[in-house]
């Protein structure tokens, strides 16, 4: 398996543009996390679904974050409209009900909102 | 507060020592992991310790678990240039299921050759 699939890897926007952030969980993987990781605030849970169902959105920062997971094999993050403070590093996570708990997170992508 | 706290923020040792790092947390739990991240690149899971067990090895890693304390330690013997990282615990609240980890805000170890 590929591990958990993230795109893009890098992306740098102006202030008030939408992104869109795209990750494919480990094929098998029934939970999927979104996480965003910052110098001040360390690593911050935004999200995350059982099932393909968010189950605690609580970690979603404001109404400009939204996440999607349509199918088992894809989840989408965005912001709009996007601002200086959301740079960051955001990672997605998948695990099964199997493993403990032990979650495998994707590369990240690194945001940069100019 | 973020339920794992890692101790020390950040240590510096020369290669071939031993590097101890420890972790507090404040609920009652399922497991305690243990993750390492390489600078700009995603968690890796290293070793998982169960609430029923005191300590576990894997390789040059030793956890050890006090769950009286609420405190873990990880331990990675005869250190390696390659094994500057950050070093994140992770809790799994008891009774959650498939629910989140609970992070740290990480140990930055450096092993100067």
């Known amino acids: 398996d590929a591990g958990v699939i993230q795109s893009p890897r890098h992306e740098v926007t102006e202030m008030g543009q939408e992104v869109t952030l795209r990750c494919k969980p480990i094929?098998?993987?029934?939970?999927l996390f979104w996480y965003r990781q910052t110098m001040m605030r360390g690593l911050e849970l935004l999200i995350y679904?059982?099932?393909?169902?968010?189950?605690?959105d609580s970690g979603m920062p404001e109404d400009r974050f939204s996440a999607k997971m349509p199918n088992a094999s894809f989840s989408t993050l965005k912001i709009q409209p996007s601002e200086p403070r959301d740079s960051a590093v955001y990672f997605c996570?998948?695990?099964?009900?199997?493993?403990?708990?032990?979650?495998?997170f994707g590369p990240g992508t690194r945001l940069t909102v100019l | 507060s973020q339920q794992g706290e890692e101790d020390p923020q950040a240590l510096s040792i020369q290669e071939g020592e031993n590097a101890t790092m420890n972790c507090s947390y404040k609920?009652?739990?399922?497991?305690l992991q243990w993750y390492r991240q390489n600078s700009g690149r995603g968690l890796v899971h290293l070793i998982l310790?169960?609430?029923?067990?005191r300590e576990k090895h894997s390789g040059r890693l030793r956890v050890t678990l006090d769950t009286s304390k609420k405190s873990s330690s990880l331990l990675i013997t005869a250190s390696r240039a390659a094994d500057t990282a950050s070093y994140f615990c992770?809790?799994?609240?008891?009774?959650?299921?498939?629910?989140?980890?609970?992070f740290g805000k990480g140990t930055r170890l450096s092993v100067i050759a």
């Open positions: 996570a998948s695990t099964t009900q199997w493993s403990l708990g032990e979650q495998f």
């Open positions: 609920t009652s739990i399922n497991n």
């Open positions: 992770a809790t799994a609240p008891r009774g959650s299921g498939n629910t989140p980890l609970v």
């Open positions: 094929s098998g993987h029934n939970s």
């Open positions: 679904f059982n099932n393909n169902v968010p189950i605690d």
């Open positions: 310790i169960r609430s029923n067990e």
